[in-house]
């Protein structure tokens, strides 16, 4: 596999393979812990840790490793393996209603990235996990909404109000997560160095 970096084709070293993997890896834990708390489900809306990975992958392996990273997970997972929220998994998933977040995974790891990219302060590693969780939410509740009046069985009265009630309970714990995500990312940035 081959990217270019500050103009040079540069092929992805070992170490970077591995901390790409960790962190599809990381999503794929994170997308099943309803598995053990089924609670935590609202509206259909499973409630993971995945955004807290997924911003994760960007704040410490900078735009463009974030990004294959989550794209690993998220290929993976329409390839069939079960890895997405409740051990889903198969091309068919893009039909979810609840698709979208994960493709905001990985613009979300891109955005996040090269805001720190930009500037490696303790600021902005917190205010790029809060745009990443933005990011999240905003595109991935809009293609729930659309999905919900376009293909999929909405349930009676389903309104554009109800989508974004439906995300107001996992709201909080990602918010005080991305949080904990940047001050967590702007630490270990200086122990990894892959990504910068």
Not at 74 to 87: K, N
């Amino acid at each position: 596999m081959t990217s270019n970096i500050s103009g040079t084709k540069a092929k992805l070293t070992t170490l970077e393979i591995v901390y790409c993997g960790m962190f599809a890896t990381l999503m794929m834990i994170g997308a099943n812990i309803t598995s053990f708390a089924p609670f935590l489900v609202v509206g259909g809306v499973p409630i993971t840790l995945q955004p807290l990975f997924a911003i994760l992958a960007g704040l410490v392996l900078g735009s463009r490793l974030g990004a294959i990273s989550i794209s690993v997970y998220t290929l993976v997972g329409l390839a069939g393996a079960p890895v997405f929220a409740q051990f889903s998994g198969g091309f068919s998933s893009i039909l979810s209603p609840t698709f979208g977040f994960i493709i905001t995974f990985i613009l979300a790891a891109y955005v996040v990235g090269k805001m720190v990219e930009y500037r490696r302060t303790k600021k902005m590693y917190i205010a790029a996990a809060l745009v990443g969780i933005a990011i999240n939410y905003l595109l991935g509740t809009n293609w729930m909404y659309f999905a919900y009046k376009l293909w999929a069985a909405a349930p009676e009265g389903f309104t554009y109000k109800m989508a974004w009630l439906w995300m107001i309970p996992p709201m909080p714990k990602d918010i005080i997560l991305a949080v904990f995500a940047g001050i967590f990312g702007f630490r270990l940035q200086k122990i990894v160095k892959v990504g910068h």
